[in-house]
């Protein structure tokens, strides 16, 4: 069993920043790929990006340049930096490690 938390999201303003951060614990691997899906109203729930214990990381072309992904091997923490941020960017954001989902942090963007 891996338990996921969220935090960071919140409101802001059309071009501005917020910082994600999602904490894992349980039942961990080292090699565990983290990443990052977001769920805007209506739509279905899309690939962010993700990143591999090494540090690779892949990215949706929606979010390239503008989103950094990270992680804390140490802490079991993904990070993510969202900067120049869209009111498309609205969403419900999830962590996933394996197969297991966290509870969601809601990002918020006002044009």
């Known amino acids: 069993q891996v338990h996921l938390v969220e935090s960071g999201g919140g409101l802001v303003q059309s071009g501005g920043s917020l910082r994600l951060s999602c904490a894992a614990s349980?039942?961990?691997?080292?090699?565990?790929?983290m990443g990052w899906y977001r769920q805007a109203p209506g739509k279905q729930r899309e690939f962010v990006a993700t990143i591999t214990s090494g540090g690779s990381t892949t990215y949706a072309n929606s979010v390239k340049g503008r989103f950094t992904i990270s992680r804390d091997n140490a802490k079991n923490t993904v990070y993510l930096q969202m900067n120049s941020l869209k009111p498309e960017d609205t969403a419900v954001y999830y962590c996933l490690r394996r197969n297991y989902w966290g509870q969601g942090t809601q990002v918020t963007v006002s044009s």
């Open positions: 349980g039942s961990l691997y080292s090699i565990d790929i």
